[in-house]
Protein backbone atom coordinates (compact mmCIF):
# COMPACT_ATOMS: atom_id res chain seq x y z
CA UNK A 1 0.00 0.00 0.00
CA UNK A 2 1.17 3.30 -1.11
CA UNK A 3 2.22 6.34 1.43
CA UNK A 4 -0.49 8.43 0.02
CA UNK A 5 -3.31 5.84 0.66
CA UNK A 6 -2.35 4.75 4.34
CA UNK A 7 -2.06 8.59 5.21
CA UNK A 8 -5.13 9.31 3.71
CA UNK A 9 -6.79 6.40 6.22
CA UNK A 10 -4.54 7.83 8.99
CA UNK A 11 -6.82 11.11 8.46
CA UNK A 12 -10.26 9.30 8.51
CA UNK A 13 -9.34 7.20 11.71
CA UNK A 14 -8.09 10.23 13.60
CA UNK A 15 -11.35 12.18 12.23
CA UNK A 16 -12.98 9.47 14.06
CA UNK A 17 -11.75 10.42 17.91
CA UNK A 18 -14.59 13.23 17.90
CA UNK A 19 -17.35 10.50 17.87
CA UNK A 20 -16.21 8.74 20.56
CA UNK A 21 -17.91 7.75 24.10
CA UNK A 22 -15.29 7.16 26.22
CA UNK A 23 -16.63 8.83 29.46
CA UNK A 24 -14.54 6.49 31.35
CA UNK A 25 -11.58 6.14 30.70
CA UNK A 26 -11.21 8.69 28.51
CA UNK A 27 -8.77 6.99 26.06
CA UNK A 28 -10.68 7.61 22.77
CA UNK A 29 -9.75 5.25 19.62
CA UNK A 30 -10.53 5.72 15.80
CA UNK A 31 -10.19 3.25 13.14
CA UNK A 32 -10.49 3.13 9.71
CA UNK A 33 -11.18 0.08 7.96
CA UNK A 34 -10.09 -0.54 4.10
CA UNK A 35 -11.99 -3.11 1.65
CA UNK A 36 -10.56 -4.97 -1.01
CA UNK A 37 -12.52 -2.49 -3.34
CA UNK A 38 -11.24 0.27 -1.70
CA UNK A 39 -14.18 1.50 0.81
CA UNK A 40 -13.74 2.33 3.81
CA UNK A 41 -15.38 2.02 6.59
CA UNK A 42 -14.42 3.44 10.34
CA UNK A 43 -15.43 3.08 13.75
CA UNK A 44 -14.96 5.25 17.50
CA UNK A 45 -14.89 3.05 20.83
CA UNK A 46 -18.41 3.04 22.54
CA UNK A 47 -17.92 2.33 26.40
CA UNK A 48 -20.57 1.56 28.57
CA UNK A 49 -20.46 1.93 32.64
CA UNK A 50 -20.53 -2.13 32.79
CA UNK A 51 -17.28 -2.17 31.01
CA UNK A 52 -18.05 -5.78 29.39
CA UNK A 53 -20.34 -4.25 26.84
CA UNK A 54 -17.73 -1.93 25.63
CA UNK A 55 -16.99 -1.93 21.64
CA UNK A 56 -13.45 -1.04 20.59
CA UNK A 57 -13.44 1.14 16.91
CA UNK A 58 -11.79 -1.44 15.67
CA UNK A 59 -14.91 -3.63 15.70
CA UNK A 60 -16.96 -1.33 15.25
CA UNK A 61 -15.98 -0.66 11.89
CA UNK A 62 -15.78 -4.12 11.16
CA UNK A 63 -19.18 -4.78 12.59
CA UNK A 64 -20.53 -2.15 10.52
CA UNK A 65 -18.81 -3.49 7.15
CA UNK A 66 -19.90 -6.96 7.91
CA UNK A 67 -23.17 -6.13 8.22
CA UNK A 68 -23.07 -4.24 5.21
CA UNK A 69 -22.38 -7.18 3.19
CA UNK A 70 -18.26 -6.97 3.15
CA UNK A 71 -16.14 -10.02 3.55
CA UNK A 72 -13.02 -8.85 1.93
CA UNK A 73 -10.39 -6.24 3.95
CA UNK A 74 -6.91 -5.66 3.29
CA UNK A 75 -6.25 -3.12 6.16
CA UNK A 76 -7.03 -1.62 8.88
CA UNK A 77 -5.70 2.13 10.93
CA UNK A 78 -5.98 2.38 14.34
CA UNK A 79 -5.22 6.01 16.11
CA UNK A 80 -6.08 6.62 19.98
CA UNK A 81 -4.65 8.22 23.07
CA UNK A 82 -5.84 9.69 26.54
CA UNK A 83 -8.26 12.49 25.81
CA UNK A 84 -8.11 11.82 22.15
CA UNK A 85 -4.61 12.99 22.29
CA UNK A 86 -2.67 10.73 19.50
CA UNK A 87 1.09 10.60 21.13
CA UNK A 88 1.56 6.92 21.40
CA UNK A 89 0.97 3.55 18.61
CA UNK A 90 -2.25 2.29 19.72
CA UNK A 91 -2.35 -1.42 18.86
CA UNK A 92 -5.91 -3.75 19.17
CA UNK A 93 -6.82 -5.73 21.96
CA UNK A 94 -6.71 -9.17 21.77
CA UNK A 95 -10.32 -9.58 20.64
CA UNK A 96 -9.96 -7.00 18.11
CA UNK A 97 -7.05 -9.18 16.66
CA UNK A 98 -9.65 -12.24 16.67
CA UNK A 99 -11.97 -10.55 15.07
CA UNK A 100 -9.41 -9.58 12.41
CA UNK A 101 -8.47 -13.07 12.07
CA UNK A 102 -12.31 -14.22 11.10
CA UNK A 103 -12.19 -11.67 7.97
CA UNK A 104 -8.69 -11.84 6.79
CA UNK A 105 -5.72 -12.84 5.55
CA UNK A 106 -2.96 -13.22 8.18
CA UNK A 107 -0.32 -13.12 5.43
CA UNK A 108 -1.83 -10.39 3.35
CA UNK A 109 -3.67 -7.78 5.66
CA UNK A 110 -1.90 -4.79 7.37
CA UNK A 111 -2.35 -2.80 10.60
CA UNK A 112 -1.63 0.66 10.37
CA UNK A 113 -0.78 2.01 13.69
CA UNK A 114 -0.13 6.18 14.12
CA UNK A 115 -0.09 9.09 15.54
CA UNK A 116 0.41 11.21 12.55
CA UNK A 117 0.07 11.03 9.13
CA UNK A 118 4.03 11.07 9.48
CA UNK A 119 4.61 9.00 12.01
CA UNK A 120 3.07 5.33 11.66
CA UNK A 121 4.09 1.46 11.06
CA UNK A 122 2.80 -1.01 9.51
CA UNK A 123 2.35 -4.87 10.79
CA UNK A 124 0.74 -8.00 9.24
CA UNK A 125 -2.40 -9.75 11.50
CA UNK A 126 0.32 -12.67 11.58
CA UNK A 127 3.03 -10.59 13.31
CA UNK A 128 0.21 -9.41 15.72
CA UNK A 129 -1.74 -12.52 16.53
CA UNK A 130 1.28 -15.60 15.60
CA UNK A 131 -0.59 -18.21 15.91
CA UNK A 132 -3.62 -16.84 15.51
CA UNK A 133 -7.05 -19.35 15.55
CA UNK A 134 -9.39 -18.82 12.38
CA UNK A 135 -11.89 -20.07 10.05
CA UNK A 136 -9.20 -22.37 8.63
CA UNK A 137 -8.44 -24.43 11.75
CA UNK A 138 -11.80 -25.67 11.91
CA UNK A 139 -12.47 -26.40 8.21
CA UNK A 140 -9.65 -29.22 8.55
Excluded: H, W
Excluded at 3 to 25: D, H, M, R
Excluded at 31 to 38: I, S
Excluded at 87 to 111: A, H, K, L, S, W
Aim: aromatic letters at 10%.
Amino acid sequence: MDKKCIQKLIKQAAEQIQYCYAPYSEFKVGAALLTKEGEVYTGCNIENAAYTPTNCAERTAFFKAVSEGERQFQAICIVGGKKGVLDNYTPPCGICRQVMMEFCNPETFQIILATNIEKYEVYLLKDLLPMGFGPDNIKK
